[in-house]
T-cell receptor, first 116, second 114 residues
Framework: AQTVTQSQPEMSVQEAETVTLSCTYD???????LFWYKQPPSRQMILVIR??????QNATENRFSVNFQKAAKSFSLKISDSQLGDTAMYFC?????????????FGKGTTLSVSS | DSGVTQTPKHLITATGQRVTLRCSPR?????VYWYQQSLDQGLQFLIQ???????AKGNILERFSAQQFPDLHSELNLSSLELGDSALYFC?????????????FGPGTRLTVT
């Protein structure tokens, strides 16, 4: 079974600094997608970024970028120029092609606090 | 706003009762997913429907059931409720039920069982 592990329950960072959230996953499959979702205090789940496993190039979305290391099964999220609005819980998620359906498997989450 | 709607926003009920949570997917989306978020279990996939048919099942209890109607809205029925069923229940939708299906989440229904 596929698993997703986020080893940092909580992190904190100052405004304008850079922070990296870690995620590792376990799978024997070759074709899959990885995602980072943000859950602010409003509880809404918001897709931040996604990475296709077959792409070597790391995905970027404005201040958000990933470091995808397929061999190491690692998928970290880097947030540059942190803003107060980045305060949220961040979930790493996995979707496998060779499974019934297209459900997401989530990690336990990392709570990020951005302070001024 | 993701375009996915869920009602009600909050629900408080007693143990042993039955409740129904409702979800309307984004316009054009054919697939609906239900997830449960609780403090001890985290975010867990419950069940997926695609165009009215069950596509995949996750950690869904036998006391829970779901369906997707011809107009594509979905309902999650929770019965014989226990204290441990208190959680945030999310619905998500995607255009297709095939890989990779980018999912858009609704605002969730907060269920409190007392």
């Amino acid at each position: 079974a596929q698993t997703v592990t986020q080893s940092q329950p909580e992190m904190s960072v100052q405004e304008a600094e850079t922070v990296t959230l870690s995620c590792t996953y376990d799978t024997s499959e070759n074709n899959y997608y990885l995602f980072w979702y943000k859950q602010p205090p409003s509880r809404q789940m918001i897709l931040v970024i996604r990475q296709e496993a077959y792409k070597q190039q790391n995905a970027t979305e404005n201040r958000f970028s990933v470091n995808f290391q397929k061999a190491a099964k690692s998928f970290s999220l880097k947030i540059s120029d942190s803003q107060l609005g980045d305060t949220a819980m961040y979930f790493c998620a996995f979707m496998n092609q060779n499974q019934a359906g297209t459900a997401l498997i989530f990690g336990k989450g990392t709570t990020l606090s951005v302070s001024s | 706003d993701s375009g996915v709607t869920q009602t009600p926003k909050h629900l408080i009920t007693a143990t042993g009762q039955r409740v129904t949570l409702r979800c309307s997917p984004r316009s054009g989306d054919l697939s609906v997913y239900w997830y449960q978020q609780s403090l001890d279990q985290g975010l867990q996939f419950l069940i997926q429907y695609y165009n009215g048919e069950e596509r995949a099942k996750g950690n869904i209890l036998e006391r829970f059931s779901a369906q997707q109607f011809p107009d594509l809205h979905s309902e999650l029925n929770l019965s014989s409720l226990e204290l441990g069923d208190s959680a945030l229940y999310f619905c998500a939708s995607s255009v297709s039920g095939s890989f990779p299906a980018e999912q858009y989440f609704g605002p969730g229904t907060r269920l409190t069982v007392t």
